[in-house]
């Protein structure tokens, strides 16, 4: 599977808008760009995907870099319900990969009042 | 809809007990996975069922565990026998099909301690 690279943490104050990157420079074309985040003491929860195009949902939005080896989850504004481990995953269309999550590291994201 | 069920929520049991896992997916999902998570290892997933049937178990560690889905609304996870090393929380997840645009809907996790 092709692997990401995210920061391993990151800090924000509520309210201001908060850029969680993900690099995925072995992307294949047909890997789609999909984000989890896990709240303290819960299972992971889905924020959104995307494959070329950006992405907006009540959730967050997804900008895919133009050559896909990139891609930036963003939170307009952070609460501090926001805190979360959030996960960048790609996810194959097809073959081996079929329907699976494979989950990284994570960037663990604090939000301050 | 209650979402992914999982029960118990906690579990204590002592090494060399079964311990078993149960899992109730949401209805009308035809996909099934149970992964577990430790701090050293992150999320894993162990194995996955489409329709039941089991696809993928290529991340299940050793014969000691083995999962069943008997029917479409229940799954369990055993452990027999345990090890302090496979404490744990354990998570089962549904999703309605295994596209790549579906999403996975997790349950709140069994958190396992074996002593």
């Known amino acids: 599977d092709a692997k990401t690279t995210q920061p391993n943490s990151m800090e924000s104050n509520e309210e201001e808008p908060v850029h969680l990157p993900c690099n995925h420079s072995?992307?294949?074309?047909?890997?789609?760009i999909h984000w989890y985040r896990q709240l303290p003491s819960q299972g992971p929860e889905y924020v959104i995907h995307g494959l070329t195009s950006n992405v907006n949902n009540r959730m967050a939005s997804l900008a895919i870099a133009e050559d896909r080896k990139s891609s930036t989850l963003i939170l307009h504004r952070a609460t501090l319900r926001d805190a979360a481990v959030y996960y960048c995953?790609?996810?194959?269309?097809?073959?081996?990969?079929?329907?699976?999550?494979?989950f990284g590291q994570g960037t663990i994201l604090t939000v301050h009042p | 809809d209650a979402g992914v069920i999982q029960s118990p929520r906690h579990e204590v049991t002592e090494m060399g007990q079964e311990v078993t896992l149960r899992c109730k997916p949401i209805s009308g999902h035809d996909y099934l996975f149970w992964y577990r998570q430790t701090m050293m290892r992150g999320l894993e997933l162990l194995i996955y069922?489409?329709?039941?049937?089991?696809?993928?178990d290529s991340g299940m560690p050793e014969d000691r565990f083995s999962a069943k889905m008997p029917n479409a609304s229940f799954s369990t996870l055993k452990i027999q026998p345990s090890e302090p090393r496979d404490s744990a929380v354990y998570f089962c997840a549904s999703s309605p099909s295994g596209r790549v645009g579906d999403e996975q809907f997790f349950g709140p996790g069994t958190r396992l301690t074996v002593l």
């Open positions: 072995t992307i294949s074309g047909t890997d789609y």
């Open positions: 995953i790609l996810r194959g269309a097809g073959g081996t990969s079929y329907g699976k999550l494979t």
């Open positions: 069922f489409n329709n039941n049937v089991p696809i993928d």
